[in-house]
């Protein structure tokens, strides 16, 4: 019954070689949201989608893109990993409201070596 | 922007103690605060919610208050146990996003000794 699934828990990459993350979810939300969280720190939110329409941070780097082909399925781009770049990668969904929950996936964990 | 601040960082208490954690938020327009808990390697998970038309919310032994006068909220969690152990989130939302965006406390590490 996972609803927000992420694909693969752990990505293993070489410094430059581009890597791509994938989010899905079963909860026909509208909004989709990306989130880097590095050791003892908050998630950071690096871009989202409200359907089609994408919104990145100002502080986001170049280096991460983002698509959403349909609904259920979101992807993380980062397209010359770096060492820095090493994290928890967050994927989240919430309705439209402002109000409500967001709700996250299990996370992949990337490392770049 | 929205800017909340956490404290504690680190809380250590004995099992069975009460535990608190507060956060203060400075966008008077914010009306949903969320509380998220991570255990270590997983997802954060909701635990509790409250929103603005309420000023407390309990459930079992997690509670959450919420002042908006002074623009804090805070987690009480009372019969604390050893797996209460783990990072807490406090978040407050944007109302000037229609998108639901989420501002995060940096989050306080709770332990809880046998």
């Known amino acids: 019954d996972a609803m927000v699934i992420q694909n693969p828990r752990y990505q293993v990459t070489q410094f430059g070689k581009p890597v791509t993350l994938s989010c899905s979810q079963t909860l026909n939300h509208n909004v989709m949201y990306w989130y880097q969280q590095k050791s003892s720190q908050a998630p950071k939110l690096l871009f989202h989608?409200?359907?089609?329409?994408?919104?990145n941070e100002a502080d986001t780097p170049d280096n991460f893109q983002s698509r959403r082909p349909n609904t259920s399925f979101c992807f993380l781009d980062i397209r010359s990993p770096g060492l820095g770049d090493a994290a928890m990668y967050l994927c989240?969904?919430?309705?439209?409201?402002?109000?409500?929950?967001?709700?996250f996936g299990p996370g992949t964990r990337l490392l770049v070596l | 922007g929205e800017n909340v601040e956490q404290h504690p960082s680190t809380l250590s208490v004995q099992e069975g103690d009460s535990a608190v954690i507060k956060c203060t938020y400075s966008?008077?327009?914010?009306?949903?605060f969320p509380w998220y808990k991570q255990e270590l390697g997983k997802r954060p998970q909701l635990i509790i919610d409250?929103?603005?038309?309420?000023g407390e919310k309990k459930d079992q032994r997690i509670a959450v208050t919420l002042n908006k006068t002074a623009k804090h909220f805070s987690l009480h969690i009372t019969e604390t146990q050893p797996e209460d152990s783990a990072v807490y989130f406090c978040a407050a939302n944007d109302r000037g996003s229609t998108l639901g965006r989420l501002y995060f406390g940096r989050g306080t590490q709770l332990t809880v000794w046998p």
């Open positions: 409250i929103r603005s038309n309420v």
């Open positions: 966008d008077s327009a914010s009306n949903y």
């Open positions: 989240a969904t919430g309705p439209r409201l402002s109000q409500e929950t967001q709700y």
């Open positions: 989608y409200y359907d089609k329409d994408f919104n």
